[in-house]
C-alpha cells in the first residue's frame, strides 16, 4: 500500500516536470518541453493510482508495477495489453479512466498520456530522430507538435487541473493514515 | 450509509468506460457505510475468482469505500450458486442499471433460485 509520502514524491515530481514544461530560455527545444508535459501527465496519473490501488496477492502486485508504474505511457499500454490483465489492474484501470474521464480536457490528457517516444524511425518521438516529410528529422527541428500533443499552453493547461485533482485525492487518502 | 443518489451517479459515471463496457450493476449490502455493487463487466471472461470483491478508498467525488464484485455473467452466475451468503445478497440487492438482456434480473432470478428453492418474481 502507498504511503502520503510516497504519493506526495510523485506529485511533487509531476509539478517539477511541469515546471520544466513551461520554462521559456535558450537551450531548451519544444521537444524538450513535449516531453516534460508527457512526464508530468504520467507521473500525476501514476500517484493517483497509487491512492487507488490496494494491496493485492504477489503476482498482482508485480503486475502493477511491471503494466503500469514501469511503464511511460501506463494507461495507453494497459489499454494496448493483449493478454487479459488480472481482476484487481483491470478495475484500477477503469478508475483510473473514470477520473481522467470526469476532468476537464479529458480528451487532450488520453493523447498527452499516449505520447510515447519509439525507437521507430516511422513514428514521431520527442526524444529519437524519426521520417517526416521523406527526411531524418531531429526532434529540436521538428515544428509539427500541436498535431502530435496539443497546443502546449493547452497541454499545460489539462496537466496543471490534472495535477491539483490529484492533489484533491490525495488530501482524502491522508484520512486513512491519521 | 451511502445514499441512493450517490451510488446512482457512481453507477452512471461505470457505464461511460467505452471500451470496457458493463452490462448490469447490481447493488447490494445497501444498508452498509460501505458501497457493495456486483457488476457485470463481459471483459473479465474467464476469471477464476468472480466472487470476491475489490477494494476502492473512499474518494473526493463518492466518499465512501467501494467494494466491486465482478465479473462476467457466467463467472458470477458461477459465484452465486457457490456462495448462499452471496446468493443472498444479491436477491436482496437492487438492478442499478441493465441492457435490455436484463442480466441484472437474471441473476437475481438465479439468487432466488439458490436461496430460496426456487425462482421468485423479481
Known sequence: MATPAQVDAWIQQAEADLRAARVVDEGIAECHRRYWIQQSCEKALKAYALMKWTEGAAAEELEFRRMFLLQHSPLKTLSGVGTPLTKRLHLLRREVVLFVNGLDNAALLWKIDGTTPRNDPAETSYRYPFVHEGEYAAPAAFVGWDAYQGNATGACAAVNRLIAAVRDERSEFARFFR | ????????????????????????????????????????????RGDSTPGEPVTFRASRSFRHPLHLIASDAAGLERAIRDDRALAQEIADGEVLYELESRLGQRLQSIANEVTHGHARAG
Open chain 2, 1 to 44: 450509509m451511502v445514499k441512493r443518489e450517490d451510488i446512482v451517479k457512481l453507477v452512471e459515471a461505470h457505464t461511460t468506460v467505452e471500451d470496457d463496457p458493463v452490462d448490469a450493476v447490481i447493488w447490494i449490502r445497501r444498508d452498509d457505510d460501505d458501497a457493495w455493487l456486483v457488476e457485470v463487466l463481459p471483459a473479465l
